[in-house]
Structures are given as structure tokens and as C-alpha cells.
């Protein structure tokens, strides 16, 4: 059942993913790796399918509505991999994934890490409205050719 607000209206609900559930979480991982290439869609595939690192899902109404993967890493935690399912986008889904990973990331002292590839702008400009700030641009991190553009947060208090 979803939480209830004040109003009476139903909120987002954020559980713990575990892998009994793979299959139901299949189809929004295909999704949100369309278009990144074979091997970071098997990479992805996998990290669930094995439980690897530690993601989270988004219900709306029982329905999973979009996911983040995060890993921790030293002192910092880096989302690896966030997905909403196409037709709940722009409804605050995934704020609301990375406002919950600031939570745990505040909560163990860590900063916030992701990175996007050069070409997806738009994934940029979503972190920098949620108070990302660049801290780096590597060519050649996760295959030759490529560019991530770097961000960090430090969770607010
Ligand atoms: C990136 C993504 C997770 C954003 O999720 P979302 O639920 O649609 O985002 P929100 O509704 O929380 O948007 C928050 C703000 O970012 C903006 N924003 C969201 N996606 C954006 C995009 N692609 N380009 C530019 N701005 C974007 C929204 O307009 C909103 O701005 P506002 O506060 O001024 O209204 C979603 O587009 C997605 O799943 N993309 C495909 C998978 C992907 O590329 N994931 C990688 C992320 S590293």
C-alpha cells in the first residue's frame, strides 16, 4: 500500500529492491539502457540480476515506476544507474529517487557522485537543477572514445 499524505492523496513509495523480484523490474532496465549500447545494458542487467551494489524502487499505486542503483565507493556514493518508466517522466519521479539517495548519503557522511556520458545533456541539466556542480570530464573512462562529464553533491543538512 502507498503512503498517504496529509491530503489524502497517495505518495511515492521507495523500497529496497531485491532480486526476488528481477523479472517485474526487467522491462523498465531495457528501457532505460536503450540507446547506451549492448554492453552497458548487459552491465545494468546484471547488477540487478545479481543484487550487485544497492537499488531501490519507485511504486506508484504497486506500480514500479523507476529504479536507482547506487554503489558506495570510499567516502562517496555514486548513483551508477537511475531509470523512470517513459510515460511517468517529468513528474518528479527521479528527484525524488536522488533525493532519497542524498538521505542515505547524508545519513553516512558520504558525498553524492554520479556520471553522465557527454552526449546526454539533458541527464546533466536534470543533476545540476538538484544542486549537482561538475567536478571533472574524463575521455576514455568506461570505453575508448567516450566522455563522462562528472558531478558531485554534498547532501545538505
Ligand atoms: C533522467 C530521468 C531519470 C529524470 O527523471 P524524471 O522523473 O523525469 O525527472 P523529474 O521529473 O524529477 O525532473 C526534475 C527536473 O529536471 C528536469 N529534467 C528531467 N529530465 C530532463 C532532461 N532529460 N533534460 C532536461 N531537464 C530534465 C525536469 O524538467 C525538472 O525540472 P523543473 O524542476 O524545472 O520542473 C529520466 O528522464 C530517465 O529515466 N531518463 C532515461 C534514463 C537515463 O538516461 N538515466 C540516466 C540518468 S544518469
Not at 511504486?59 to 523507476?66: L, R
Not at 523512470?84 to 513528474?91: D, G, S
Not at 519521479?93 to 536522488?98: K, P, Y
Given at each position: 500500500?502507498?503512503?498517504?499524505?496529509?491530503?489524502?492523496?497517495?505518495?511515492?513509495?521507495?523500497?529496497?529492491?531485491?532480486?526476488?523480484?528481477?523479472?517485474?523490474?526487467?522491462?523498465?532496465?531495457?528501457?532505460?539502457?536503450?540507446?547506451?549500447?549492448?554492453?552497458?545494458?548487459?552491465?545494468?542487467?546484471?547488477?540487478?540480476?545479481?543484487?550487485?551494489?544497492e537499488?531501490?524502487?519507485a511504486?506508484?499505486?504497486?506500480?514500479?515506476?523507476?529504479t536507482?542503483?547506487?554503489?558506495?565507493?570510499?567516502?562517496?556514493?555514486?548513483?551508477?544507474?537511475?531509470v523512470?518508466?517513459?510515460?511517468?517522466?517529468?513528474?518528479n519521479?527521479?528527484?525524488?529517487?536522488?533525493k532519497?539517495?542524498?538521505?542515505?548519503?547524508?545519513?553516512?557522511?558520504?558525498?553524492?557522485?554520479?556520471?553522465?556520458?557527454r552526449?546526454?545533456?539533458?541527464?546533466?541539466?536534470?543533476?545540476?537543477?538538484?544542486?549537482?556542480k561538475k567536478c571533472?570530464?574524463?575521455?576514455?573512462?568506461?570505453?575508448?572514445?567516450?566522455?563522462q562529464?562528472?558531478l558531485?553533491?554534498?547532501?545538505?543538512?
Open positions: 500500500m502507498n503512503d498517504i499524505n496529509d491530503c489524502g492523496t497517495e505518495v511515492l513509495k521507495i523500497t529496497r529492491y531485491s532480486k526476488k523480484i528481477f523479472p517485474m523490474v526487467l522491462p523498465l532496465l531495457k528501457e532505460g539502457t536503450k540507446g547506451w549500447g549492448k554492453e552497458w545494458s548487459r552491465e545494468i542487467i546484471s547488477a540487478y540480476s545479481r543484487q550487485q551494489g537499488a531501490y524502487l511504486q506508484d499505486g504497486g506500480k514500479i515506476v523507476g536507482i542503483l547506487l554503489r558506495k565507493e570510499v567516502r562517496a556514493l555514486v548513483i551508477y544507474f537511475l523512470v518508466k517513459k510515460e511517468e517522466r517529468l513528474k519521479i527521479g528527484s525524488s529517487l536522488v532519497f539517495a542524498e538521505g542515505i548519503a547524508r545519513r553516512e557522511k558520504r558525498i553524492l557522485r554520479v556520471d553522465v556520458a552526449e546526454f545533456e539533458g541527464n546533466t541539466r536534470f543533476y545540476l537543477k538538484l544542486g549537482f571533472g570530464r574524463v575521455k576514455n573512462f568506461y570505453q575508448q572514445g567516450d566522455e562529464i562528472f558531485y553533491k554534498v547532501p545538505s543538512k
